[in-house]
């Protein structure tokens, strides 16, 4: 079987920036709440028999304690804001399996989940559903790819590669080096993608990179590997820390089985969630499913 991991946060973004705008009855904004659902639903629709969705129920997490100008809510619209919970509750009516991440972040559920997921034998493939270059790192071979379900494109490991110029395995040391505007954090000066995939598809960890630029056998002018070498190790912790950051853990506080996440149905609390989104096709399209 395929098992689909959605980084719910990411959708209902995409969704409150790509729909109309529709206010509820309560004066609530639900657009990108229904869009989801409705998204989800379709997958249902299209075979997907296994399936469950990360969201940051809080968007400030650990690493805000690690880094001062990590991502936060700070500036996000209350409009999409005020959606994360019931999108959660929404898709729990579905019947669909949601974890809302507190501490840590969706990427680190969806981690988690690929990692719990990938040694079980009764899994064909999982399939992180997520754009973010943060997921490339827990990408394996063909058996745990990175969907992006806006461009419907897989990307296994050797697009992981072929993308980035690296390996999965490299893919946090190498934002570490780069930054990861999205994210709040700025790599290092000087350090470009080009110049950093070139060093670590060598070296393939910070901590493998030669001190004495003269040995990395790369293809990069003597003055120039100079240059980056003084600045990574003039900056080794900051870039420790930027790696740490970019780090998505596999010990999320969840417990993932494919028995968990088989769709078995929505729960009676859908008919009165479509009532609040004020989508009457949701009830009888899932059930249509269990018929």
């Known amino acids: 079987m395929d098992v689909y991991l959605v980084d719910g946060t990411y959708e209902l973004f995409r969704h409150f920036y790509g729909v109309p705008s529709h206010v509820n009855r309560e004066g609530l904004e639900v657009a990108a709440t229904l869009g989801v659902v409705r998204s989800v639903l379709g997958m249902l629709e299209r075979g997907t028999t296994h399936v469950g969705v990360a969201t940051d129920h809080v968007v400030e997490s650990f690493r805000n304690d690690m880094w001062p100008t990590y991502k936060t809510s700070a500036g996000m619209p209350p409009e999409i804001l005020n959606q994360f919970q019931l999108l959660e509750d929404a898709l729990a009516a579905l019947g669909v399996v949601v974890w809302p991440m507190v501490e840590m972040e969706a990427d680190d559920a969806l981690g988690t989940a690929a990692y719990q997921l990938e040694s079980d034998s009764s899994v064909d493939r999982v399939l992180i559903c997520t754009p973010d270059k943060d997921l490339g790192q827990c990408v394996r071979g ?62 393939e960890h910070l901590e493998g990179i030669p001190p004495d630029p003269a040995d990395w056998d790369v293809a990069i002018p003597a003055s120039r590997r100079a240059t980056l070498a003084k600045t990574l190790w003039d900056n080794v ?25 088989r769709w078995m149905g929505p729960s ?6 479509a009532e609040r989104l004020e989508a009457a096709d949701l009830v009888p399209r899932a059930n249509a499913l269990m018929a």
Do not use: C, H
Not at 148 to 162: F, L
Not at 172 to 192: E, Q, R
Not at 268 to 273: D, N
């Open 268 to 273: 009676p609390e859908l008919g009165a969630i």
């Open 237 to 261: 912790e900051n870039a420790l820390l930027f790696r740490d950051l970019a780090t998505v853990r596999t010990n999320a506080p969840i417990a993932v089985t494919p028995d968990k996440l």
């Open 142 to 203: 063909e058996r745990v790819v990175q969907l992006d379900r806006r461009a419907m494109r897989i990307t296994n490991e050797g697009g992981v590669q072929e993308k980035f110029g690296v390996r999965p395995a490299s893919i946090a040391d190498y934002l570490a080096l780069v930054g990861d505007t999205a994210d709040g954090f700025p790599g290092l000066p000087g350090w470009g993608a080009k110049t950093a995939a070139a060093v670590l598809s060598r070296f």
